[in-house]
C-alpha cells in the first residue's frame, strides 16, 4: 500500500486546483480521476472576475489570458419574447474586472497537467470505490477493468462532484424525483451571441445559460425539470431527450431562437445529472469536500466553476499554511472546522441567492409577473450579478486558523 500525504479524489476543477495547491508546496499527492482526459463535461464554462487572485497566485494567468474567451461585459436575460442586457458588475479593487469562460477539456487538463508537473501521482483512469478510516489515516481502494489497489493518507480531498454515484461516504445517493434538474450542455459555431454578452435564459420549467467560450464557441448549458422533459418530449414527438429540451426552449425563448439559428453544433449534446443544489458537510474525520461535493448552486448564477476553484484554493492553502502533512486527529479536526467555517462564509450567499434566482426563474406565473419591472430596469440583471458573487474576491482566510 502507498501512502501520501493526501489523496485528492476527482481531478476536475476542485480537485485539480487542490492538487496544484498542495503539490506545488512539495507535499506528495496522490490524484484519482476515473475519465480520460481531455474530456467534455456539462458545464457552463464561466469563470467570474473573482478568480483573478487565484490565477495569479497559482502561475495560471498568462494561460488564462490567452486561452479564454472575450471578456463578458455585459448581462443578459432572454425570456419569452424579451432580449434585455445590462452591465456586468465591475469587481471593485482589482485589476481584472471581467470574467471568461474557458472550455472544461482545456481547464481541467490545464490544471492536472500543471499538478503532475509539480509532483502529484495521478492514478487514472481509476475509480475510488471505498474509502475507510484507521486510526488517523484513510485507505482508498481504487479500482479499474479488474485490477484494484489501495493508497492511503492522512488527509483526503473529495472533489468528486455531486453527480457522481458510487460507495464513497461523501457521494450522494437518494431516488429520482419528478422535479429533479437534468442538465444539458452542447457548443455552437457561428452563434448570433454578441462575445461580450452572457445572458441568463428562462423558460417554463428550467433556465439556462449562453457564453462565449475559447476559440469563438459559444457554449449553451440548460437545466429542465424531469416532469418538464418528459411532457416536451411527448408534446413535440421527439425521442433524444436534448433534441426534446432544445425545441422546447426555443419555443418558449426568442433569443435562443434567434441566437442558435443557422448556428453548427459542435459534436453531441451532452447530458448528466440531477444536479444537487444545497450546502453539505465541509469536513468529517480527515476527509474536506471541495467543488460541489461540499455545496452546489443551481447554475442559474454561473459561479458553479467559480466557486469549485476557489473552494480548492482555500483548503490547499490552508492545509499548507498549517503544514497539514504533520497533523492528526484533533489538530486535524480544528483546520477542518476553520475550512468549514471560511468556505461557508464565502460560498453560503451565493447558494442561497441562487436558489432564490432558480425558483423564480422556472415559474411562468413569476416570471409573468417579473419580466415587465426587469424590462423597465435593466439595471436589476446588474443587481442580481452583484448578490450571486461576481464581485467578491476569495482570498484563502488564512486568519481563521488563529490559535488552531
Partial sequence: MKSYDAIVIGAGPAGGTTSLCLARAGWSVAVVEKAEFPRAKVCGEFMSATNAPLFADLGLADFIDHAAGPQIRRVGLFAREEVL?????????????????????????????????????????????????????????????????????????????????????????????????????????????????????????????????????????????????????????????????????AHACRGVREAIAGAEIEGNWLAAGPINPGIRPRYSGGVFRVGNSAGEAHPVVAEGLSMAMQSGWLVGSLLVNEDGRARRGAALDAIGAAYASSWHAHFAPRIRAAAVFAHLSMRPATTGLLLPLVSRFPKLLTFGARLSGKTRATEPVLSALAGV
Avoid: N
Avoid at 497537467?113 to 484507521?134: F, V
Avoid at 440548460?222 to 411532457?231: A, H, K, P, Y
Fill in 85 to 249: 442586457e445590462a452591465a456586468m458588475p465591475r469587481m471593485s479593487g482589482a485589476t481584472q474586472f471581467w470574467g471568461r469562460a474557458l472550455g472544461r477539456d482545456k481547464l481541467d487538463t490545464l490544471l492536472l497537467e500543471r499538478a503532475q508537473a509539480a509532483g502529484a501521482e495521478l492514478w487514472q483512469p481509476w475509480s475510488a470505490a471505498e474509502l475507510r478510516r484507521e486510526a488517523d489515516v484513510s485507505i482508498c481502494t481504487l479500482t479499474r477493468k479488474g485490477e484494484s489497489a489501495e493508497i492511503a493518507a492522512p488527509i483526503v480531498i473529495a472533489a468528486h462532484g455531486s453527480w457522481e454515484r458510487g460507495g464513497l461516504p461523501t457521494q450522494i445517493q437518494r431516488a429520482h424525483r419528478a422535479s429533479d434538474l437534468l442538465a444539458f450542455k452542447a457548443h455552437f459555431h457561428g452563434a448570433a451571441l454578441a462575445g461580450d454578452l452572457m445572458p441568463l435564459i428562462v423558460f417554463p420549467g428550467g433556465y439556462g445559460g449562453m457564453v462565449t467560450s475559447d476559440s469563438g464557441r459559444v457554449s449553451l448549458t440548460l437545466c429542465i425539470r424531469r416532469d418538464t422533459l418528459q411532457r416536451a418530449r411527448e408534446t413535440s414527438g421527439l425521442t433524444h431527450a436534448a433534441d426534446a429540451v432544445i425545441a422546447h426552449v
